[in-house]
């Protein structure tokens, strides 16, 4: 059977794999097809895409949105997106802006409790225009503050922790909008890991196409509940590892795989959203 992965990141965000070692895993696994969801970036797509083509793989350009809805956070996979669009180019800009004085205001937090972090050694650590904590918490470890990843989370990191700053959100409805807007189709990611299911009939009048109901941290009861919930919405189906590659552990890559056939469903509603933006007049 012909199986993707729908959920992985690179080196363009938070994962470590290159966008050939990303093909080149992906084709160890024997997936047909996989879709780069970098956070706030599709700056890896192009390479990506490339890289799949000389391996054999179809490949599904898409980004993974941070939205919050009524205090909850949630993250919004956006598919088939059209990665030169102006209006999603621009967006991403300015979520990577925040992005990098979020970083700053980590490590300022950091050296008012002693722990002699540079924001630049985040910055050289990251080399992506999208950082976030995990590349802070790499840098503690690198610079020996910290023993260890966890640790890093534990002491500084976690939400409410001494070093954690609240990160500006657009609301799901404006995620939702904005990947419709770059021809995309909008899903929303783990919803099991956010408790959020309040918010999905709302979501769905806001315009969500899909949702992820296989995803590595997700129970097979979870994997279920969420298969009826799209049932009883119309909603599309995908899955996939959310790999980050070597980050935390061993790759997860085509450890959580959907058969191709959501693929094709995908595929069919980016085509009626692409033709839906063909009618619609220039903002
Ligand atoms: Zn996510
Ligand atoms: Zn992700």
Known sequence: ???????????????????????????RCGLAAIALTDHD????????????AAAGIEF???????????????????YFIDTQNPSLLVQL?????????????????????????AAEAVFALAKCRAPG??????????????ANLDEAFE????????AWVPKFKMSAGEAIELIHLAEGVAVLAHPGLNRTDQLIPG???AGLDGIECFHTKHSTTTSKRYLELADRFHLLVTGGSDCHGLNKGKPLIGTVKVPYLHVETLKARAVEIKAAAILRPAP
């Open 133 to 146: 904590r995990p590349h802070v918490a790499r840098a503690l470890v690198q610079a020996g503050l910290c």
């Open 60 to 78: 599904i350009p898409g980004t993974e949105l941070t939205a919050e809805q009524d205090g909850n956070e949630l993250h919004l996979l956006g």
């Open 93 to 117: 800009a300015r979520f990577q802006a925040v992005r990098q004085n979020r970083i700053r205001e980590m490590v300022a937090r950091l050296n008012r409790l002693r722990v002699p972090l």
């Open 41 to 52: 970036s599709v700056e890896g797509c192009p390479g990506t895409a490339v890289a799949c």
């Open 155 to 162: 002491r500084f990191l976690k939400k409410n922790r001494p």
């Open 203 to 205: 979501m769905v009048k």
């Open 1 to 27: 059977m012909r199986v993707a992965d729908l959920h992985l990141h690179s080196h363009f965000s938070d994962g470590t794999y290159s966008p050939e070692e990303l093909a080149a895993q992906a084709r």
